[in-house]
């Protein structure tokens, strides 16, 4: 467990490579009795950078809320929220606005926002460094100059995105740009395929991970994938849950496929999910696993697309190869650009 000034002192270094610096403002959103010791530990951090720091408070969702909903929000109905947020300099997010449309309008305002949901032993092993940003940001660039991505695996996985149309994404922990959004803890790139440019298939292996069903794959699930929407799922016990959790949001858009990417966080471990490794949270741990290639279904609209949908599914996977272009970046689930491998395995 980590105690509360060792805490502060873990956010302290986080907003500080945050970029934030005196008479900047940074203001912490949280929501009910969540995670109060998380907004205490970074608003004396903040304060004791010389910005200054504020605590905006939503009131607990009601008896029917609780668990997160994608795109859900606190602010949805409370315009007034939003404008004060789009004031600050950075936003520390504690409940999780990602997909929302008030995230993105306070984002447009020039607001840096900063999610963390994690535990603060997660945080604290997976903590970002400026080393992790400029591996991730190389797998952006070779990511912004690509046509096509095509990964596949042992099983049978052969799928191609066209690229194109929407931008390479980074997530690497922390964020010091007006504008940007991060996670802490993360550590990849993604991006999308064309809305009709994903094509065929995908095959899940035994240990490869469901999200938010927060559990491992026990046995192979075969996905057929026909311009950019899931056309078929088979397979035993998970492929049905799959396919029934996709059902039954009763919108055909739960079924189309979204970003992909790659792990780069050395330090994040594929079995962090398994007790008594699994602090809770969200599942941050797998989705950074480096090598690991992860692809989404359901909303792109974090990436600027149409789809909106509130089913969501991110399923890392194991042991894939995964080229740009033809040109290979992850083997077997190795990444072998140089400049993207930690210095501990160069």
Not at 8 to 22: D, F, K, M, P
Not at 285 to 311: H, K, Q, W
Request: glycine content about 10%.
């Amino acid at each position: 467990m980590i105690d509360q000034v060792a805490f502060t002192e873990l956010c302290r270094r986080q907003l500080a490579l945050s970029g934030v610096h005196e008479g900047e403002s940074v203001t912490v959103l949280s929501q009910g009795d969540e995670r109060m010791h998380y907004a205490d530990a970074f608003l004396n951090a903040a304060q004791s950078l010389g910005a200054k720091a504020y605590h905006m408070r939503l009131p607990a969702p009601g008896a029917a809320g609780g668990a997160w909903a994608v795109g859900a929000s606190g602010l949805a109905s409370n315009p007034e929220a939003v404008e004060a947020l789009k004031s600050a300099d950075m936003l520390v997010d504690l409940i999780f606005l990602l997909f929302s449309k008030e995230q993105t309008a306070i984002q447009d305002a020039g607001t840096r926002v900063l999610s963390a949901v994690e535990p603060p032993e997660l945080l604290a092993r997976l903590f970002p460094t400026e080393e992790l940003r400029e591996r991730v940001e190389v797998g952006q660039e070779l990511m912004r100059k690509a046509g096509s991505l095509r990964f596949t695996n042992a099983l049978g996985t052969d799928v191609t995105y066209r690229l194109g149309r929407y931008p390479a994404i980074t997530e690497y922990g922390y964020t010091d740009e007006p504008g940007r959004w991060d996670h802490w803890p993360s550590g990849f790139v993604f991006t999308g395929g064309d809305d009709d440019g994903v094509d065929g298939r995908i095959v899940l292996a035994p240990g490869d991970v469901l999200l938010p069903f927060n559990t491992y794959v026990q046995s192979p699930v075969t996905i057929t994938v026909e311009k950019g929407f899931i056309t078929d799922i088979r397979g035993d016990l998970d492929a049905q849950m799959l396919r029934s959790y996709i059902e039954s949001f009763d919108d055909p858009r739960g079924y189309g496929m979204s970003h992909v990417g790659w792990g780069l966080n050395e330090n994040a471990q594929w079995h962090g999910l398994l007790p008594p490794a699994f602090p809770g949270g969200m599942g941050m741990e797998p989705r950074a696993v480096y090598g690991n290639v992860m692809f989404s279904i359901g909303p792109n609209n974090e990436l600027g697309g149409p789809n909106d949908t509130a089913c969501h599914f991110d399923i890392p996977m194991r042991d894939c190869s995964l080229f740009l272009d033809d040109d290979p970046i992850v083997l077997d689930g190795d990444v072998v650009v140089r400049e993207m491998q930690p210095a501990s395995r160069r």
